[in-house]
């Protein structure tokens, strides 16, 4: 919410992300990685496309704006705001700061609502087929690309099909194809559903971020009828070798998931 503010109080400038967490998360110590997250999920909230984005673009090396339009909120046709007096010139700014301010918690209250139906819509799908999966069925999602500028997709994608390849090569594991998986990239489905449409009891998902000669691989494992993270981890590499960066990323999630799942097949997490 308080991003969301942020940014619609400066609609149409250029915000840093030095001043996103001043302002954004003042008084806490966070890195810039927890503004590209909560810019990611805004985004996901909201439909947005980072490459065509239809809200907030992402400005290589300077930071986020607000591309949609923010405008007043206009409450009745006798809205005072235009009438002419004595005192208009002062009550402009002030009135303008209302006017942007309610244009912004409307906006929120958009943001609220798309949350609850959210949740509505989880809560109300059906689990049955997700219990009848295989216990150790996983479905492993497209990585998502938070690095500055978006332009390691390309190894995001690379790293979803080693993952996908390294665990269906673990006894008794059953994972959907890369062909399977990418049919929900960028594409707004509740992970409930995913898991049934799928036929899996849980779901794999995670992000790239890139900073300097540095790699960092963030996973985390959820049990699809609950949606709780059973298991997450980040792994920072030297971005040299690809394939190589790859391959060890991959083998290391593999493994943790696999005793992750095996020792929770058949067992209920606590709701």
């Not at 810039?32 to 090396?61: C, E, F, M, N």
């Amino acid at each position: 919410m308080r991003l969301l503010l942020c940014l619609a109080e400066h609609a149409a400038e250029v915000v840093s992300i030095d001043d996103l967490i001043t302002q954004v998360w003042s008084g806490v110590t966070v890195s810039p990685d927890s503004v590209y997250q909560a810019v990611a999920s805004l985004r996901r909230v909201l439909g947005d496309d980072p490459k065509q984005p239809a809200y907030i673009a992402t400005v290589p090396r300077l930071g986020y704006r607000m591309v949609a339009t923010v405008g007043p909120w206009v409450s009745s046709p006798a809205d005072p705001a235009g009438a002419a007096g004595s005192d208009a010139p002062q009550r402009g700014p002030r009135l303008r700061n209302v006017l942007l301010w309610s244009g912004a918690a409307t906006l929120c209250l958009a943001l609220v609502g798309a949350f609850l139906l959210y949740g509505k819509i989880t809560s109300h799908s059906s689990t049955p087929a997700v219990h009848a999966s295989p216990p150790k069925s996983i479905a492993v999602l497209p990585f998502l690309d938070l690095t500055e500028g978006m332009n390691e997709e390309p190894f995001a994608d690379g790293m979803t099909e080693e993952l996908i390849d390294k665990l269906s090569k673990v006894p008794e594991f059953r994972v959907p194809a890369p062909t399977s998986s990418f049919y929900f990239k960028d594409k707004r489905v509740p992970i409930a559903d995913i898991a049934r449409r799928l036929g899996v009891v849980y779901v794999l998902d995670g992000s790239v971020r890139k900073s300097g000669g540095r790699l960092r691989v963030a996973a985390r494992l959820m049990r699809a009828d609950d949606g709780y993270v059973m298991w997450s981890e980040a792994y920072d590499r030297p971005f040299d070798d690809i394939l190589m960066v790859q391959d060890d990323i991959a083998g290391e999630v593999t493994k943790a998931l696999r005793s992750s799942i095996e020792s929770g097949a058949g067992h209920d997490v606590p709701r």
